[in-house]
């Protein structure tokens, strides 16, 4: 089975852009988290979708929104980006609802603001 | 202070030596990942456990509930064991460390 995929590997956006980034989960797995990891540091949560409902949100400004669909990928959408929000973004699945599941990531995105 | 502290930041090893990573984390959690980052950037799930002690192969993982510290073990280090080394605590999101960057050399 295929594991977790992200696309695009690598994207180059300008300051006030907008990005959209997704993720495919395993086949079978109905929860999505998504990451942000900053160079040098671990990962940090920005979101959670099950059943293609919200259900949590990191500390992240309204600029970044997610919406999960019905074959459960989801979608990352990042607004008037700044410098700061360059950073890798992972994309991680699990069968169920909630962190104490086994997550499966995918191999990110690296999104470079200019 | 961060919720979740690795130590130390930076190992280097050579081939065959016994390795510990140490996490101390200080909020209540329901189970703590061990994760393994290669220089490209993908995420490996180790292991996920919220009590006592796992092994799969040469890798072990250790939990103390009551004192808030894990740690991970590489026994017989290679060269391919080379990687950042996250931990990370199940609450209502996944919280990282910052990670350990682990050098093996022959």
């Known amino acids: 089975d295929a594991g977790v995929t992200q696309s695009p590997t690598h994207l180059i956006k300008t300051r006030g852009q907008q990005v959209t980034l997704r993720c495919s989960p395993i086949s079978g797995h109905k929860s999505v988290s998504w990451y942000q990891q900053v160079l040098g540091q671990g990962p940090q949560f920005i979101f959670q979708y099950y059943e293609k409902e919200e259900r949590g949100r990191g500390n992240f400004p309204d600029r970044f929104s997610a919406r999960q669909f019905p074959n459960y990928s989801s979608e990352l959408n990042v607004n008037a980006l700044l410098l700061g929000d360059s950073a890798l973004y992972l994309c991680?699945?699990?069968?169920?609802?909630?962190?104490?599941?086994?997550?499966?990531f995918g191999d990110g995105t690296r999104l470079s603001i200019l | 202070k961060n919720e979740v502290e690795q130590s130390p930041q930076n190992l280097t090893a050579q081939e065959g030596e016994f390795i510990t990573i140490n996490c101390s984390y200080s909020?209540?959690?329901?189970?703590l990942h061990w994760l393994q980052q290669h220089p490209g950037g993908g995420i490996v799930s180790l292991f996920m456990l919220s009590s006592g002690k796992k092994k799969h192969g040469r890798l072990i993982a250790t939990i103390n509930i009551q004192e808030k510290h894990s740690s991970l073990h590489i026994t017989a280090s290679h060269p391919r064991d080379s990687a950042v080394y996250i931990c990370?605590?199940?609450?209502?999101?996944?919280?990282f460390g910052t990670g350990t960057r682990l050098q093996v050399f022959p």
């Open positions: 991680a699945s699990s069968l169920r609802w909630g962190h104490n599941q086994p997550q499966h």
């Open positions: 909020v209540g959690i329901s189970a």
């Open positions: 990370a605590v199940s609450r209502d999101k996944l919280i």
